[in-house]
Nanobody, 129 residues
Framework: QVQLVESGGGSVQTGGSLRLSCAAS????????MAWFRQPPGKEREGVAN?????????YPEESVKGRFAISQNYAKNTVYLQMNNLKPEDTAMYYC?????????????????????WGQGTQVTVSS
């Protein structure tokens, strides 16, 4: 049974940092892509970062997070992280971890919601000005 459990959300002020964690179980970690998405209040869920566990390559779709957010993995712990620095109020959202089989290279790209099969329950990030 696939399980994704996020943690690390919270409330910070503008310019602060948080590190989100996603612990995965129930599948062969190495052959998957793991991604972070976020859903601001009243808006669609959007991709933030994606990493192919097999070789550690990461992909970022949004100019707004490049240079501020970094996705990484700990293969031994079946865990991915999202380090978020210089947070802004517009980063306020529910953050979700997601996984998808990435044996097909076409999925190794900035994350697209419909390409991911399994989702965690989310962790809230709130940034105040």
């Amino acid at each position: 049974q696939v399980q994704l459990v996020e943690s690390g959300g919270g409330s910070v002020q503008t310019g602060g940092s948080l590190r989100l964690s996603c612990a995965a179980s129930g599948f062969i970690f190495r052959f998957h892509c793991m991604a972070w998405f976020r859903q601001p209040p009243g808006k669609e869920r959007e991709g933030v970062a994606n990493i192919y566990i097999g070789d550690g390559t990461s992909y970022y779709p949004e100019e707004s997070v490049k240079g501020r957010f970094a996705i990484s993995q700990n293969y031994a712990k079946n865990t991915v992280y999202l380090q978020m620095n210089n947070l802004k109020p517009e980063d306020t959202a529910m953050y979700y971890c997601a996984s998808a089989s990435c044996l097909r290279p076409s999925l190794r790209r900035p994350p697209v919601k419909d390409n991911f099969d399994y989702w965690g329950q989310g962790t809230q990030v709130t940034v105040s000005s």
